[in-house]
């Protein structure tokens, strides 16, 4: 059995999700399926491909990943399949939504641009492509098929989204906030071990000593800067919200200068 990741922008109000479940499991019935999250913003390819690429590596090599968020649904953008060197497969659309992830995962070991899908029932829809031909792609590739069943080679992606870059200035390391999750914590673009022993970090008027162990270390209301999950810099307020107390989201800048 293979693990299939999932990623949309389709919401739950909708029946899509299953739909897209469904298509996949017509052709690969042994899949495991796992739901990253369908609640990314309608059409927000950037958010998108950071959670994909936060998500990848806790999944063992071999996982199938299959991500939709597809403002040009319908167009000449290309559908596209991609193996890793570690192993995995990454399917979507060619808007720049899978790159992060495929990089983090060591890169393209070779990709195709999906102009068959084995398996698949029923008409391709112009606006359904979850449904019609990314989902049965992934099945294919659950099911052990090969990645040269689907199309021809790609030769490289026509669209690439990178995390925006950390610069340093002098002895600070200046980056932005990327995202903001469901507790409101601050998801920077500095990597945790990039960063000095003991350090202050600013965010507008704002000064945040760290690094703290643990969301706990400072007393209820306090504000902490610690190493999240995804291994960058986050910026939280214990029992609230670090994005309403420093009126902050993605994009906004942050530097850490260190304490000597």
């Known amino acids: 059995m293979t693990i299939v990741t999932l990623l949309s922008d389709f919401g739950s109000a909708d029946t899509y999700v299953g739909q897209m479940k469904g298509a996949l499991l017509s ?22 491909a950071f959670h994909l690429w936060a998500a ?18 319908g167009t000449r953008r290309r559908a596209i399949a991609a193996r890793v060197r570690r192993g995995d497969f990454l399917v979507g659309p060619d808007n720049g939504l899978l790159s992060p ?8 070991e070779a990709a195709v641009e999906i102009v068959r899908t084995p398996g698949r029932r029923g008409d391709v829809s112009r606006t359904f492509h979850g449904r019609d031909i990314f989902a049965p792609a992934a099945g294919h590739l659950a099911r052990g098929g090969r990645l040269a069943g689907l199309g021809p080679p790609c030769a490289r992606l026509d669209v690439r ?6 610069r340093r200035e ?24 990039e960063l000095p022993p003991s350090f202050v970090v600013e965010i507008g008027a704002r000064r945040i000593a760290g690094p703290r162990s643990s969301y706990q270390a400072v007393p209820r209301g306090r504000a902490l800067a610690l190493a999240g999950g995804s291994g960058l810099l986050e910026l939280a307020v214990r029992d609230g919200s670090a994005s309403r107390r ?8 942050v530097a850490v200068a260190p304490v000597s």
């Open 27 to 48: 052709v690969a019935p042994d899949a495991v399926l796992v739901d990253l999250t369908h609640a990314i913003a309608p059409q927000d390819v950037r958010g998108a």
């Open 56 to 73: 990848v590596e806790a999944f063992p090599p071999g996982t199938v990943h299959l991500a939709v968020v597809d403002p040009g649904v």
């Open 101 to 108: 992830a495929l990089a983090r995962l060591g890169g393209i």
């Open 161 to 166: 989204i990178e995390l925006p870059p950390y």
């Open 170 to 193: 002098g002895r600070r390391i200046v980056g932005e906030v990327l995202h903001v999750d469901g507790y409101g914590n601050l998801v920077t673009n500095l990597p945790a071990s």
């Open 246 to 253: 420093f009126s902050a989201g993605a994009g906004n800048p």
